[in-house]
């Protein structure tokens, strides 16, 4: 007679059913942890979207001009758009009055009038033309006329302000100027395009020197230096060089690029120079780490069928190794884009207005840029702080997507 067996089940294991119940726990927590993480992270960034998108938008207010102000001060547009203020608000008396008035515009509404007059003709007696409106205007209009942002406004810009909004005389349009223009001290003129173009060049001159330098520096390491004493204290000072902080590569690019070489202050050529340095030893780690990934078997086929140890690495082992070396630029250009203090220490902190035309032009970047933004008074470039942050998100997601994108073409299988 056979004896019967019974299949294995929960009741027959002492212990079992409390390790399911644990395996459930955990994957339990697991679940609260990413649903924790989520949630914070959609809250930092959501209050960071709020918060800046009003500086992708600006306020125009309509005004009117006459023949006559024009005829009389059309050669001084800074004379012309105080002149049409006072005729658009005629309640404005007096020396505070006027100076209320003045107020009511943006900074450099200027040079906005006079590329309106290069286009006006001659058909009517009243013009009717698009300024736009000073900061604190346009921070109280964007807040729906709030009473914490009136606050700010006189009497007087408040009634005249009411008065806009009552007639349809104000607008919301794109701030190209935003995105486009350089830094200034008045928050209607101040953009990012400086910045944005600082930050690309720097990144342009790190990748190319970090990744180039990198890659080679981890293929001779991991296949062709031989291993001894001095290979190993080149391994333990890369490892080591991953963990100093970045303003130590400030220092040294100061002491090294611009005092040593003469190379120019606050250039973007410098500031690219001193982010390789810091990548480096994140790119060579990663490298090595990707070589070593790839099967011993892939290089012995090559060499056996009589590749030479430069055509079995260049040939065979390198392309498989490429997306996981893509892996590591991602990391260290991540980290290289949103670092300030090595920055700061050569100079880049500068009040930079003209976007730079070359890489030894003077230049700043957008981590600077928020950071000399977030230490204003005025409270508008708190808007202008979080809009420039939602760009170098957004700069960040679009640079890791592109090598994402090319790490996919680039893989292979084996």
Known sequence: MTKQTHPLARATLPGLEARYRAE?????????AVAFSLVFLFFLIGGIAIKGVGAFFKTDVQLEITKELIAEHGSDSYTLLRETLLYNLPEAKGRLGHKDAYKMIAAGADD????????????????????????????????????????TLT????????????????????????????????????GIGGAFLGSVMSLLVCLILSFIVGI??????????????LTAFLEVNINNLATVP???????????????FGLPRSSAIVGGMVLSLMTLPTIIITSRVSLQAVPPSIREAALGLGASQIQAVFHHVLPLAIPGMLTGTILGMARALGETAPLLMIGMVAFIVDPPLGFMDPATALP?????????????????????????????????LTAILLRKKLEKKW
């Open 246 to 260: 970045s303003i130590i590569f400030g220092l040294l690019g100061l002491a090294v690029f611009l005092n040593l």
């Open 24 to 32: 459930i726990r955990f994957k339990y927590i697991g679940l609260v």
């Open 216 to 229: 080679f520096a981890a293929i001779y390491l991991e296949e062709f230096a031989p291993k001894n004493k």
């Open 155 to 190: 009497a007087s810009q408040q009634k005249w302000l009411q008065s806009w909004a009552d007639n349809g005389r104000l607008r919301m349009s794109f701030n190209w100027n935003f995105l486009t223009k350089g830094d200034s001290r008045d928050p209607e003129r101040a």
């Open 368 to 400: 600077v840029q928020v950071f000399l933004w977030s230490d204003s008074p005025e409270r508008a470039f708190a808007e202008k702080t979080s809009g420039a942050i939602l760009v170098l998100l957004v700069f960040l997601l679009f640079m890791n």
């Open 112 to 151: 906005e009038l006079e590329k309106v007059m290069a286009n006006l003709g001659e058909t009517s007696d009243i013009f009717k033309v698009w300024l736009p409106v000073s900061d604190t205007i346009d921070m109280a209009y964007k807040a729906d006329l709030a009473e914490d942002m009136l606050g």
